[in-house]
């Protein structure tokens, strides 16, 4: 067998661009939480909202909270990677901080709608990993958003309203998980972080350690 000079691999890793997807209640917001607690290679990206901030929420680290007027200007500017309405309020991912994880190869983490679903798949293709959160059963939706205590009965009837369309877009994702125990979509969640970093040669460390190996070849 005829066999090629051994030399360093020049490929740069690729980060992950993970999306999480669910009608309000789900449980979305949990599983990206504890997601990002336990794992260090990954960030989130912090969304602009003409949302009202809720009470447990923290500006830059929930959402940037913007006016109308600001968020035209950030669409106008060409700032935001996607954007989209929701439940009568607009939502939009800033553009800097996907591209400054993507040229540093590091794994980040959105929690979009599937309108910002489709559009990334449309932007970034194959760097796009989506998974799709269900909830066991709609009265549980219901209870989970009574439970959260976060939102009016106005706004919660809205997100309910929305859910069923919010659903119809499921088989758009890579993977659907049913959020019933909590404990068994996040284990799910994180298998799904895990096989698609090997699939895709992503795992922390694997370029720098096949260049290794090549570099160092005594044969
Ligand atoms: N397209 C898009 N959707 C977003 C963005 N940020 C949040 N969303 C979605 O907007 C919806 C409403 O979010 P939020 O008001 O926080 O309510 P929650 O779903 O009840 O937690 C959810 O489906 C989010 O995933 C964004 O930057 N772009
Ligand atoms: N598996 C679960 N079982 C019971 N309650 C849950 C579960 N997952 C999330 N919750 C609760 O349901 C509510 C809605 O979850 P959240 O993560 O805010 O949903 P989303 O971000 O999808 O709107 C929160 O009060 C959360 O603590």
Do not use: C
């Not at 209870?143 to 997100?159: G, K, N, Q, Y």
């Not at 996040?186 to 290794?212: H, M, Q, T, W, Y």
């Amino acid at each position: 067998m005829k066999s090629a000079t051994a030399s360093p691999i020049k490929i740069a890793r690729r980060g992950l661009m993970l999306v999480i997807s669910s009608p309000s209640g789900a449980g979305k917001s949990t599983i990206a939480r504890n997601l990002l607690e336990a794992d260090p290679e990954l960030s989130i990206s912090v969304s602009v909202t003409t949302r009202a901030r809720r009470p447990s929420e923290i500006e830059g680290r929930h959402y940037f909270f913007k006016s109308i007027r600001e968020f035209e200007a950030l669409r106008a500017t060409d700032s935001l990677l996607e954007w989209a309405e929701v439940h009568g309020n607009f939502y939009g991912t800033p553009r800097d901080a996907v591209e400054a994880a993507m040229a540093e190869g590091r794994d980040m983490l959105f929690d979009i709608d599937w309108q910002g679903a489709q559009q990334l798949q449309e932007k970034m293709g194959g760097d796009v990993v989506s998974i799709f959160i269900l909830p066991p059963s709609m009265a549980e939706l219901q209870s989970r958003l009574h439970r959260r205590a976060e939102d009016s009965e106005e706004v919660i009837a809205t997100r309910l309203a929305n859910s069923r369309a919010e659903i119809e877009h499921w088989r758009e994702y890579d993977y659907i998980v049913v959020n019933d125990d909590l404990d068994r979509a996040f284990s799910a969640v994180r298998a799904i972080v895990e096989a698609e970093r090997l699939r895709r040669d992503r795992r922390p460390g694997l370029f720098e350690f096949v260049n290794r190996l090549l570099t160092e070849n005594p044969f």
